[in-house]
């Protein structure tokens, strides 16, 4: 499963549940290589950046 951030900052899936779907404005996948580019060691599934407005 791919890691989340939510404007930046690492989430859990349970954290995630509590962003209304009203407040996403873009929601972003990153491979593997881009992820750990991006964000670090520890997204060796890839990651998702939700970005809110």
Not at 4 to 20: I, P, R
Request: hydrophobic share 45%; charged share 15%.
């Amino acid at each position: 499963m791919p890691n989340f951030y939510l404007d930046g900052m690492e989430q859990s899936v349970s954290d995630m549940q509590n962003v209304a779907a009203t407040a996403v404005q873009r929601a972003i996948f990153f491979s593997a290589r881009e992820a750990q580019n991006r964000f670090g060691s520890g997204n060796e599934n890839g990651a998702i950046l939700i970005v809110t407005q």
